[in-house]
């Protein structure tokens, strides 16, 4: 009992209790408590802390209560991947991508979150050259006229190609407008992000729907394919065929959604 004094009894004392004491700590205190899989599994929300307690009856002490294991939770399979996406957690974001890639484990939100965080930043390799194709020989670029075989910077490169040749963006968008685009597509939470293997190497795609301000060729699907091994963007262009084109690379063998795209887009 706490005593009130007359007068001074407003709502009554306030505690904190142990779900909110937990909610406030950091990853180190949350695993010490939980462990690691419990704890990536509580802070992505598919466990609550009270779900963690187990009530028994015995005969000698009546009702008690016990601590239940992520296995008695949520059983066997979800609980072993908890436990590889709490390993995952410590991976930096260079060796996160690739292993991601390779399993088939469904990773957290959490985790996707920090890759498109990645990703995002890091564009197309700016020490990387790319030969100029036949769809941009002709154009003039800065003060010279190009031609098939120069050499460009890949951002260039790509931005002649989807927005000067083919018109996928409206005319007079920028070239930091057409990056501006592939790192908000890389970012957003409503973008599907598909691992696929191409050509031999694994590649991550992420979707979204980009309308432009203007008539543009293509449609408003919008990609941006980031090369794994690489570490930058490999293209960012719109799919003409619409997002057809992206699910039919989706059903090849060894390809899968790490975040599928909604159902009412699919």
């Not at 599994?41 to 294991?69: F, L």
């Not at 989807?162 to 501006?180: C, K, L, N, P, S």
Request: hydrophobic fraction near 35%; charged fraction near 25%; aromatic fraction near 10%.
């Amino acid at each position: 009992m706490v005593p009130v004094l007359k007068g001074e009894e407003g709502a009554g004392p306030g505690w904190e209790t142990g779900a909110e004491w937990l909610a406030r700590q950091g990853p180190e205190v949350q695993e010490k408590v939980l462990g690691r899989a419990g704890a990536a599994a509580y802070r992505a929300g598919a466990v609550q802390i009270e779900e963690y307690v187990g009530q028994r009856r015995s005969r000698e002490w009546g009702s008690t209560r016990y601590a239940r294991g992520l296995r008695k939770i949520l059983g066997k399979e979800e609980a072993a991947r908890w436990g590889q996406i709490a390993r995952w957690e410590r991976l930096s974001d260079e060796e996160l991508i690739p292993a991601l890639v390779r399993s088939q484990v469904e990773p957290s939100p959490r985790l996707l979150e920090r890759v498109q965080g990645y990703v995002a930043g890091r564009g197309f390799d700016p020490q990387r050259l790319q030969r100029v194709d036949e769809q941009v020989a002709g154009y003039e670029w800065q003060g010279r006229l190009l031609c098939e075989n120069d050499l460009l910077p890949t951002l260039e490169q790509h931005y002649l190609k989807h927005v000067i040749a083919r018109g996928e963006w409206t005319e007079g968008t920028t070239i930091a407008e057409y990056a501006q685009v592939g790192e908000v597509v890389a970012s957003s939470d409503k973008s599907g992000v598909l691992a696929a293997m191409v050509g031999g190497r694994w590649c991550l795609y992420f979707v979204a729907e980009a309308p432009d301000r203007g008539p543009h060729s293509g449609s408003d699907w919008t990609v941006v394919q980031y090369g794994v091994r690489e570490g930058y963007w490999w293209s960012v262009h719109r799919l003409w065929r619409g997002v057809g084109q992206i699910h039919g690379l989706a059903k090849q063998q060894g390809n899968r959604w790490l975040r599928p795209l909604p159902k009412s887009e699919r």
